[in-house]
């Protein structure tokens, strides 16, 4: 059973930086597609970005291109999210996904596994 565990999340101010991690168990890290999707309170799980399973391609949604990387560490299991020039409307409980097929997608349905979710809070 694979298990994805998140980190990193807190309280910042408009305009810092957060980086999140997402550690990844029990399965073959290097075979999945991974995303991070997040969730503001009274509003619907949306899309953040996914990447490939090789790391060399990444998709980003519109309202955080420029902003966030998605990367990955196959060696260590790990996604990253990095997060720059902040926004209050970026709060939210922040999730990491896998999905078993190799490509990620902007669907949460595409993904298998999900973690439990950090919490960013952007004051402004």
């Known amino acids: 059973q694979v298990q994805l565990v998140e980190s990193g999340g807190g309280l910042v101010q408009a305009g810092d930086s957060l980086r999140l991690s997402c550690a990844a168990s029990?399965?073959?890290?290097?075979?999945?597609?991974m995303g991070w999707f997040r969730q503001a309170p009274a509003k619907e799980r949306e899309f953040v970005a996914s990447?490939?399973?090789?790391?060399?391609?990444?998709l980003y949604a519109d309202s955080v291109k420029g902003r966030f990387t998605i990367s990955r560490d196959n060696a260590r299991n790990t996604v990253y999210l990095q997060m720059n020039s902040l926004k209050p409307e970026d709060t939210a409980v922040y999730y990491c996904a896998g999905s078993r097929m190799l490509v990620g997608t902007v669907r949460a349905a595409s993904y298998d596994y999900w973690g439990q979710g950090t919490q960013v809070t952007v004051s402004s």
């Open positions: 990447i490939i399973w090789s790391g060399r391609n990444a």
């Open positions: 029990g399965g073959t890290f290097n075979r999945y597609a």
